[in-house]
């Protein structure tokens, strides 16, 4: 049995975990990341491409942003499709501000590279992870590494486990209030070394259902389709979901689809997700541990990532000024930015899938609002501001 002592104990290193240790190291305040996974599954799970200026601000501000600035690629604008109707929503010109795309994996991997120069340190492969005492004054995480248990005491616990981790199962039922919305289906996405059908992301919607075409590189594509939920990953032989890509983005995009092998295939269900509350005792929740969004409009991760920098303002206003105000506002502080992007997820969504029990009715009021985009500079700049990210 191994124990000892941190201040901040974080369950997680994905990207709130993982921004969250460095933001507080940076202020020196201790704290110790323990990850079930082993480093190279973090390392190697494909997820978010597009971050906003939350994000990159943190990575400028950790002094982690060398390989970013010179990989990222700079988005100044994106599409809404449906059919062969496409309408370009200039991000730029209509905000001011652009987006970039940069793979969560890649982030991850700068994030992780860069913890044992700055002494932050990661137990990845911790097993049988559980909370204790967590509205006590000593709260403590015990787990078992290579089979040697262990304790971890600590001042607080950041939850930043995701949405099956155990720390959000700490709260006890009756403080907390669910919100859920499932959607009939999901998203099959596909990685491949070949260049970008388009120069800029297409979200399209048709009589065949939602396609997103995305990037990660000038020679890197990240496509996805809507599939219905009963559907199996071998129910997708690669050539057929090639065939598919091709009639959603040939007549729409600039260059076309290049077809080639696939890197990565998999399936993701789609839901909106909010646990009210994020904060119990010692305990508080950051990222997908409290809130799902459905990836349209590329909202996760970037709300991890304003989740962890309110989290990491409270917890310096505590070690620093023994101010526990912000401590105690984390939580609606958090929830207000959380609850504006599950609307814009959740409009987005539901304005780009076919949805197997819609009727003509519901079809015809995603034509019109696709039709009043088109023309309307004042939604444009609704959706860019909210894709761009809404202020922190
Ligand atoms: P994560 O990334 O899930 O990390 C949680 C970590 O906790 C670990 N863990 C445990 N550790 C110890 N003990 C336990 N018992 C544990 N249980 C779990 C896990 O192993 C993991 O390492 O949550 P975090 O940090 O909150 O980050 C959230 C983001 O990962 C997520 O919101 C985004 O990936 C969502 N998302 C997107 N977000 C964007 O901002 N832009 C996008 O373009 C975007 N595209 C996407 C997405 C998510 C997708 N999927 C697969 C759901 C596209 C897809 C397809
Ligand atoms: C991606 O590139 O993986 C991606 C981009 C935009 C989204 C979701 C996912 O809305």
């Not at 505590?318 to 409009?347: M, P, Q, T, V």
Request: hydrophobic share 40%; aromatic share 8%; proline share 5%.
């Amino acid at each position: 049995m191994t124990a000892r002592r941190t201040q901040v104990a974080i369950i997680g290193s994905g990207p709130a975990g993982l921004l969250l240790g460095h933001l507080l190291k940076a202020e020196g305040i201790d704290c110790v990341l323990l990850e079930r996974a082993s480093r190279d599954h973090v390392q190697s799970r494909i997820r978010a491409g597009v971050l906003e200026t939350v994000t990159t601000d943190l990575m400028h501000r950790l002094g982690l942003d060398e390989r970013m600035n010179r990989e990222a690629m700079v988005e100044d604008g994106f599409n809404l499709a449906d059919g062969d109707q496409m309408v370009r929503i200039d991000i730029k010109a209509l905000t001011g501000k652009t987006v970039v795309v940069y793979g969560q994996t890649e982030l991850t991997r700068d994030l992780i590279a860069a913890a044992p120069q700055r002494e932050l340190e990661i137990v990845f492969e911790a097993a049988d992870l559980a909370l204790h005492g967590v509205d006590s004054a000593h709260p403590k995480v015990t787990y078992t590494k290579d089979g040697v248990p262990a304790t971890l005491e600590c001042d607080f616990i950041a939850g930043c486990d995701g949405f099956h981790g155990p720390s959000r199962r700490a709260i006890p039922q009756h403080l907390a209030r669910e919100y859920m919305h499932e959607y009939p289906f999901g998203w099959l996405g596909i990685l491949a070394d070949v260049p970008p059908c388009h120069d800029e992301l297409i979200y399209a919607n048709g009589p065949r259902g939602f396609a997103l075409a995305s990037m990660r590189s000038p020679t890197r594509s990240r496509y996805y389709i809507q599939v219905p939920l009963t559907e199996k990953i071998e129910d997708w032989p690669e050539d057929r979901l090639w065939d598919e890509l091709e009639l959603r983005f040939n007549t729409i995009s600039q260059h076309g689809v290049t077809r080639g092998p696939a890197l990565e295939m998999s399936i993701a269900p789609l839901r909106s997700y909010v646990f009210e509350t994020m904060h119990y005792g010692r305990l508080f929740l950051a990222g997908d541990a409290a809130h799902i969004v459905p990836p349209t409009g590329a909202k996760g991760l970037n709300l991890a990532a304003s989740d962890v920098l309110y989290l990491s303002d409270a917890l310096i206003a505590h070690y620093r000024r023994k101010d526990e105000n912000a401590l105690l506002g984390y939580c609606d502080r958090a929830l207000a930015r959380i609850w504006k992007s599950e609307r814009f997820s959740w409009s987005l969504t539901k304005l780009m899938h076919s949805f197997p029990d819609q009727n003509a009715f519901e079809r015809q009021m995603q034509v019109a609002e696709m039709d009043y985009l088109s023309r309307s500079p004042a939604m444009q700049t609704a959706i860019a501001e909210n894709y761009v990210g809404l202020p922190v």
